[in-house]
């Protein structure tokens, strides 16, 4: 038996609606206010002023093409593009030709100037461990942890998933990645063994970074433990390794030290990509 609601008319609909004028509306989202820094603090920033701000934003709109490769002028850059745009809609493809390294631009381009022995993370945990890496030494790390995945055959273009507390090593496994040209899955710390596996599977990945614990508002979070039970849903074709970063546990009990497969300081070369 179906039973058939009659529908309100749209006169009394509406009509039950309170209005609400454009008046309304304006004084609710309009702010004209202008709160002016201090001068001296203008004077050493990246933009000195409204005027400045304003002339660089109608340019991105009405020539997006010149903006953005002013801005592209700040990365390193292994290969310069042939092409700002290409845009054949709703296909669009920025910087066709050229070439670059995430990691490298985020790293190298750092350490071989005034901010090698500037600190590059500071890091809190829940407990209150505090952390503090350098350019110089975020560098390092970061080189270790490439020729681990290296070492394990994984190259450029292989997809590798990421399964993380928000830790410094979190940061150390995603330019890792990007350093030897491989793409990163990031998937949320909170996320199931089956959710883990969903993803793994759905992006072909060959391999799953993860480490011990994490806290998360103040539980102890079992990511190893989750990622075990995960890899029992992937097929044999998906992530061959687990690089689970340990260490023995410290006062907060999480295991945040990094696999190393090659002696400390051994470099690790940037692969470029195309940008487009």
Known sequence: MRIDFPSPKKDALMSSIPAVTNQDLDSTL???????PPAEFSEKAYIKSLAEYEALYKQSIEDPETFWAEVAKDLHWFKPWDKVLEWNLPWAKWFVGGKLNLSYNCLDTHVSGARRDKTAIVWEGEPGEIRRLTYAELTLEVQKFANALKSLGIKKGDRVAIYMGMTPELA???????????????????????????????????AIITQDTSYRRGNEIQLKRTVDEAIAGVPDSGARDRLSPQREPGEDGCGTGLVVARPDGQRADGVSGRAA
Not at 30 to 36: A, I, S
């Open 30 to 36: 309009r702010e004209d206010r202008v709160f002016p």
């Open 172 to 206: 150390i496994a995603l330019l890792a990645c990007a350093r030897i040209g491989a793409v990163h899955s990031v998937i949320f710390g909170g996320f199931a063994a089956n959710a883990i596996a969903d993803r793994v599977n759905d992006c072909s990945a060959v």
